[in-house]
């Protein structure tokens, strides 16, 4: 039996409860249905494949998603005619955890959005390169193939820069985000240029919190607060609330409070641009 590519590398287990679940139990049916076709066995169609046949018995069952190259080898495999393949889209968001999808679909309808990051550059701003290294920083340490799928969620979430109408984005990143080296100093330099890049952005404002200040309105947790056409909005902070989602005004103004004092206590969109180019030219 071989394992080729390894487990791991297949794609990920299902979440219970995921609402993409018919998805990826279509899948498996029309793989199954095109092997029991093609007179293969699950021991013969994993060794074409060169994935154990666990692995395969788990795609057949709903109960992996896989990755696309593995779509394509199957397809290949099979002679599907274009069924197998065809389901790339529908798989598409189910590769990413279920929370990440979940905050992916409040950021594509929000029109504006609150951002303060205390610890690490916030994920939409992030470079893939920068993500992976935070990623693979984790402890207890993620796997390969886990870190690439959260480095690869944050980069499809920046679609949001994209989109028309923009919402408006406010950024205020803590000086010492801007100057850890986290990943390396080529890393940092490229992370520091990608600031300065969506920075020019018209619909977007980055702002620099100096660690040089004696007055912080941050110091309980970063801040996250979206607002929705229709008027409601969602707001969360690590240091209010036991860190979770709130949605009632009167909660949602303690934030709002807390984020506009930060905002006020920061450089100006333009000195902090100004200043992220001076952190980059000492690097």
Do not use: C
């Amino acid at each position: 039996m071989g394992q080729g590519q390894g487990e791991s590398e297949l794609g990920w287990d299902v979440e219970p409860g995921d609402e993409l679940d018919p998805a990826v139990e279509a899948l498996g049916h029309q793989q199954k249905r095109w092997r029991e076709a093609a007179g293969l066995s699950v021991v013969e169609f994993a060794e074409l494949m060169g994935y154990g046949e666990d692995q395969i018995r788990k795609v057949e069952r709903g109960a992996r998603i896989p990755r696309p190259e593995y779509l394509d080898k199957a397809e290949e495999v099979l002679g599907a005619g274009g069924f197998i393949t065809a389901m790339k889209g529908d798989l598409a968001k189910a590769r990413y955890p279920k929370k990440v999808r979940e905050l992916a679909k409040l950021e594509e309808r929000a029109v504006e959005l609150s951002l303060y990051s205390k610890n690490s550059i916030h994920g939409l701003l992030q470079t893939r390169e920068y993500a992976t290294a935070l990623f693979g920083m984790r402890r207890p340490s993620y796997p390969q193939d886990e870190v690439e799928r959260g480095a690869a969620a944050r980069m499809d979430r920046q679609s949001i820069f994209e989109r028309s109408p923009a919402p408006e984005l406010s950024f205020i990143q803590e000086e010492m985000t801007l100057r850890s080296p986290l990943g390396g100093r080529m890393v940092l330099r490229r992370q520091l240029e990608r600031l300065l890049e969506v920075g020019q952005l018209r619909n977007v404002e980055i702002q620099v919190m100096p660690i040089s200040l004696e007055e912080h309105a941050g110091v309980d947790g970063g801040i996250e607060l979206l607002k929705f056409e229709d008027g409601t909005a969602v707001g969360r902070s690590d240091g209010a609330f036991n860190g979770l989602p709130v949605h009632d005004p009167k909660r949602l103004r303690i934030l709002e409070l807390r984020y506009g004092i930060i905002r006020a206590q920061a450089l100006a969109p333009r000195e902090s641009l100004a200043f992220i180019e001076q952190v980059l030219g000492e690097l």
